[in-house]
T-cell receptor, first 113, second 116 residues
């Protein structure tokens, strides 16, 4: 069993829809939770991070962590065609010092105009 | 430089040859990471350095893989006696680790390695 599980999709939704992306994890040591966005032929770029249970909002994006269920989510409101990319959940055991990141396999998202 | 750079961007080699992949991190970044990313998968951790010290090499698949960062800046990932299963995108990331701040890793464009 992988430490981080993520539905690979692909997921296709119409412009303006709310998108929900999810991951589950098995390692209780994970303390730092991230979402990366990766456009085709590019490296991953950090979209959001959080290190506590609950919600964190940044513009149209909301990251949600439920440590008791070992479940994290990313919500995208008013989705735009420019949001079309692969979204990778990621986590590590530390947020304030260097630590390896464990990534999910990524969900390919396509927003239809 | 403005971001993490990697060279070469593409490398095609024959099975059994050695390859060296280079990573130049963002200036001043203390930590440097190597990941391998297969098509349709997320990056898989290989190893990381703080300054010149290799802190964790638990992700290196076998002893054909090694990495160094002798002066705490540029790093080289070396794969000896390459095999076809080594074909992948190899990504480097760097981060500026500070006390009590979130450690954000910035990724380079990657080196696409193809072993024939």
């Amino acid at each position: 069993q992988k430490e981080v599980e993520q539905d690979p999709g692909p997921l296709s939704v119409p412009e303006g829809a709310i998108v929900s992306l999810n991951c589950t994890y098995s390692n209780s040591a994970f303390q730092y939770f991230m979402w990366y966005r990766q456009y085709s032929r590019k490296g991953p770029e950090l979209l959001m991070y959080t290190y506590s249970s609950g919600n964190k909002e940044d513009g149209r994006f909301t990251a949600q962590v439920d440590k008791s269920s070992k479940y994290i989510s990313l919500f995208i409101r008013d989705s735009q065609p420019s949001d079309s990319a692969t979204y990778l959940c990621a986590m590590s055991a530390s947020y304030s010092s260097a630590s390896k990141i464990i990534f999910g396999s990524g969900t390919r998202l396509s927003i239809r105009p | 430089g403005a971001g993490v750079s990697q060279s070469p961007r593409y490398k095609v080699t024959k099975r059994g040859q050695d390859v060296a992949l280079r990573c130049d991190p963002i200036s001043g970044h203390v930590s440097l990471y190597w990941y391998r990313q297969a098509l349709g998968q997320g990056p898989e951790f290989l190893t990381y350095f703080n300054y010149e010290a290799q802190q964790d090499k638990s992700g290196l698949p076998n002893d054909r893989f090694s990495a160094e960062r002798p002066e705490g800046s540029i790093s080289t990932l070396t794969i000896q006696r390459t095999e076809q299963r080594d074909s992948a995108m190899y990504r480097c990331a760097s981060s500026l680790v500070g006390e009590g701040t979130a450690d954000t890793q910035y990724f380079g464009p990657g080196t696409r390695l193809t072993v024939l």
